[in-house]
């Protein structure tokens, strides 16, 4: 079971991006999952998630601006960032609970420019 992380690059801030987490090749749907980030500098910490019934939740600096969603049928979660600013730069990696099993995915590099 492998989770892709896609979407990340480089914007002005303000911009917007849209990640993408995709449980490909996995017989299990994506029960709950999270959005975590790696500023440089410091360690990995948790930007927003998302429980299997649709409960979120985001953390202060991200709150109002960015949105997590899923895609069932598509197996996929979403992160997407409005309002981007500079001190959101960093690796965003996603982490999924598939089969009762929580796996990490390969990071997506954000860099927001100012």
């Known amino acids: 079971v492998q989770l892709q992380a896609s979407g990340g690059g480089l914007v002005q801030a303000g911009g917007s991006l849209r990640l993408s987490c995709a449980a490909s090749?996995?017989?299990?749907?994506?029960?709950?999952a999270g959005w975590y980030r790696r500023a440089p500098g410091k360690q990995r910490e948790l930007v927003a998630r998302?429980?299997?019934?649709?409960?979120?939740y985001y953390t202060d600096p991200v709150k109002g601006r960015f949105t997590i969603s899923r895609d069932n049928a598509k197996n996929t979660v979403y992160l997407q960032m409005d309002s981007l600013k500079p001190e959101d730069t960093g690796v965003y990696y996603c982490?999924?609970?598939?089969?009762?099993?929580?796996?990490w995915g390969q990071g997506t590099l954000v860099t927001v420019s100012s």
């Open positions: 998302i429980s299997s019934g649709q409960y979120t």
């Open positions: 090749r996995s017989i299990f749907s994506i029960n709950a």
């Open positions: 982490r999924a609970e598939l089969g009762g099993n929580w796996i």
